[in-house]
């Protein structure tokens, strides 16, 4: 069992920098990948970046390669997303997800542990 605490939403321009946390509590954290998911309104929650254990290789939708970057630091049972160059399209409720057994680490399906989400909204 683990909770999970999205935290650093808010609002930014086009262009601009965005910085979002999640607090893992429960369950020892190094035994979940971890990973962001987001919705926007009228659309399917998609994929957006996960991290692995303890490899921590990291995995990224094509949509934001290049512009953001997952990390963990497992001594503060805490995943970050790092979000530059922001275009409007990012405007989402951005999700942190976790799961200690995944098979596909891009699958919504994959992951049993999930937060409220986090509200981010980039402007043109």
């Known amino acids: 069992q683990v909770q999970l605490v999205e935290s650093g939403g808010g609002l930014a321009q086009t262009g601009g920098s965005l910085s979002l946390s999640c607090a893992a509590s429960g369950d020892t954290f190094t035994h979940y990948v971890m990973a962001w998911f987001r919705q926007a309104p009228g659309k399917e929650r998609e994929f957006v970046a996960a991290?692995?254990?303890?490899?921590?290789?990291?995995y990224y939708a094509d949509s934001v390669k290049g512009r953001f970057t997952i990390t963990r630091d497992n001594a503060k049972n805490t995943v970050y997303l790092k979000m530059d160059s922001l275009l409007p399209e990012d405007t989402a409720v951005y999700y942190c997800a976790a799961d200690s057994r995944i098979l596909v680490a891009t699958r919504l399906r994959s992951y049993s542990y999930w937060g409220h989400g986090t509200q981010v909204i980039v402007s043109s």
């Open positions: 991290i692995l254990r303890e490899s921590a290789d990291t």
